[in-house]
């Protein structure tokens, strides 16, 4: 029974407090809301006060909504489709600055009537200022995260594989033997000319090899006694156990292959004696090569380089930059106007081919050690707040 004679005692101490206070205008205001539209409102309060609000539409139109919010983000007071709030009070339990906004829905504007009186607590916060201003507020939170740390170092033994060159298989293969005898017919000869035009003395050849060939060695003589002193070059050089492709090399061939890898050798083959036949030499493709022997008056279409006139003794090294894929033709011309010949073709086709191996080895690595840490990371944020001026 006492407490609630107490409690009767300070509700009319409090009554009678705001009682004795007259209500002090705080704003008296008519706006116009446009369609689709939200007006906002700020002032402050002091702790106590109660905030009285009125509201009226100038024509009796309903507004969407009506707000009266406590900053920051504490709703008082919301009413939906209000046209007229009379002396709404609203109790003010620590100084803050409030909010009053107003939502048009409609299309056409509004216009509204607002009156916001504040009744202090005490005739002392009479003159209390409603102003407001912006404040920088700061928050200070922390985010943990996780940090690895380098703690020391450890040396490893990898195992890894290389390839390297082991050896390298060389194999010949005897493209044309220095056995056959090919006639070079003169321009005087009219047995074998008559009718025929001036290509009689011409002579083609198609050389055929593999298509990894790297290497074609070719030995040209011109007559029998450039070919007798081949042979005899061939026999005086210690014949070579060499096997390429399917057969093994003949003499002549062999003697090709050693000069190949000897520099004194293929000088030897250079040096023989030779005919006084003179013979031109060109390497071209099958097209070219027809053409060029179907008349006596057309010219020949070489492949760069490999062209060669008025040789009797031709000894040479074609790389793989310089033949074609497959195949090639040598064509020959006897320049003789009475005197025909014979020519005797070696031809030799060498294939390098690099044989690896995966080798295995070990390398020293060294690879950081880490542990992982556990921290924390401050973070400082700031916000703009309306908040009540000094009242000092």
């Keep these: 029974m006492k407490r609630i004679i ?23 205001l008519t706006i116009k809301i446009g369609g689709l539209s939200t007006e906002e409102l700020f002032y402050g309060f002091a702790e106590g006060d109660q905030i009285v ?13 009506i707000e009266i919010i406590e900053l920051a983000g504490n709703s008082k007071f919301m009413d939906f489709k209000p046209s007229v709030i009379d002396s709404k009070k609203i109790q003010v ?6 909010k009053f906004r107003f939502y048009n829905s409609s299309i056409g504007k509004r216009v509204c009537r607002i009156k916001i009186q504040r009744i202090p607590k005490s005739a002392d916060l009479i003159p209390f200022n409603t102003n407001w201003k912006w404040e920088t507020q700061y928050d ?9 740390s380098l703690i020391g170092y450890d040396t490893l033994n990898v195992p890894y594989t290389k390839k390297e060159l082991v050896r390298i ?6 493209i044309q033997s220095p056995e056959s005898e090919i006639w070079m017919y003169s321009r005087s000869n009219v047995k074998a000319c008559f009718g025929k035009s001036e290509s009689c003395t011409k002579q083609k050849l198609t050389l055929s090899y593999p298509n990894d060939t790297d290497f074609l060695l070719i030995w040209i003589g011109v007559g029998q006694e450039t070919r007798t002193a081949y042979n005899e070059l061939s026999k005086g050089i210690s014949k070579i156990a060499v096997k390429g492709g399917k057969a093994y090399l003949s003499g002549g061939s062999s ?25 031109d030499m060109y390497f071209t493709n099958q097209e070219s090569a027809n053409y060029w022997y179907n008349d006596y008056d057309n010219n020949i279409q070489t492949y760069e380089g490999l062209s060669y006139k008025n040789r009797v003794v031709f000894n040479k090294t074609l790389n793989k930059s310089q033949i074609p894929k497959n195949e090639m033709v040598l064509c020959m011309k006897n320049n003789s106007y009475s005197v025909g010949t014979s020519v005797y073709i070696n031809v030799v086709a060498v294939n390098i081919n690099n044989i690896y191996e995966d080798k295995r080895y070990t390398r020293n690595e060294i ?7 556990n921290k924390n990371r401050m973070v400082i944020s700031s916000t703009e707040m309306r908040v009540n001026v000094d009242n000092n």
């Design 6 to 28: 107490l409690t009767l005692l300070i509700l009319l101490t409090i009554f009678k407090s705001y009682a004795e206070v007259e209500p002090v205008d705080v704003a008296q």
């Design 53 to 65: 609000f009125s509201f009226e539409e100038d024509r009796g139109k309903e507004l969407k909504e």
């Design 93 to 98: 339990h620590k100084e803050a600055v409030y």
């Design 140 to 148: 200070t939170t922390y985010v943990p995260y996780k940090e690895d």
């Design 169 to 174: 298989d060389t194999s010949f293969h005897e």
């Design 255 to 279: 003697l090709l292959v050693s000069a190949f890898t000897d520099k004194a050798i293929s000088n030897q083959i250079d040096n023989i004696p030779t005919s006084k036949n003179v013979i």
């Design 367 to 373: 690879k950081p050690r880490y542990v992982t840490i």
